[in-house]
Nanobody, 126 residues
Framework: QVELVESGGGLVQAGGSLRLSCAASGLGFSKYDMAWFRQAPGKEREFVGFFSRTGTSYYSDPVKGRFTVSRDNARKTVYLQMNSLKPEDTAVYYC????????????????????WGQGTQVTVSS
C-alpha cells in the first residue's frame, strides 16, 4: 500500500533552516505530483508547496522565496528546504500525493490529495 513518511522536523531559532524529507513507498513515485501542507495549532491545514511529476513547482505566498520543494525520483523522496524560518512557520508539516493525476479544483486544495504522511513537527522559537 502507499505510505508517506516525513522526517526532519525539530526546534529551530528564528532565521534558521530545516530540511524536511518525505519518503514514499508503494507507488511509482516519479509518476505522481507531490505537495506539502502544514497545520498550526488551532488553524486549518494550509498549502505550502507543490512539485509536479513534470518538474513544475508552486508555493504559497507566505513561504515564497524562503521555502523550496524538490524531489529525488531515484530515492522516492520529496524535500522541503525551509530557510529564514519565522515563528509563524511553527506547525505540523505533511506531505501528500494525488494518485488520480487529475484535479477537480487546483493543486493547492487539501481535498485533491488522497494519501498523506503522519506529519512532522516544526517549531520556530523567537
Amino acid at each position: 500500500q502507499v505510505e508517506l513518511v516525513e522526517s526532519g522536523g525539530g526546534l529551530v531559532q528564528a532565521g534558521g533552516s530545516l530540511r524536511l524529507s518525505c519518503a514514499a513507498s508503494g507507488l511509482g513515485f516519479s509518476k505522481y505530483d507531490m505537495a506539502w501542507f502544514r497545520q498550526a495549532p488551532g488553524k486549518e491545514r494550509e498549502f505550502v508547496g507543490f512539485f509536479s511529476r513534470t518538474g513544475t513547482s508552486y508555493y504559497s505566498d507566505p513561504v515564497k522565496g524562503r521555502f523550496t520543494v524538490s524531489r529525488d525520483n531515484a530515492r522516492k523522496t520529496v524535500y522541503l528546504q525551509m530557510n529564514s524560518l519565522k515563528p509563524e512557520d511553527t506547525a505540523v508539516y505533511y506531505c501528500a500525493t494525488n494518485l488520480r493525476q487529475t484535479y477537480s479544483r487546483r493543486y493547492d486544495y487539501e481535498s485533491e490529495y488522497d494519501y498523506w504522511g503522519q506529519g512532522t513537527q516544526v517549531t520556530v522559537s523567537s
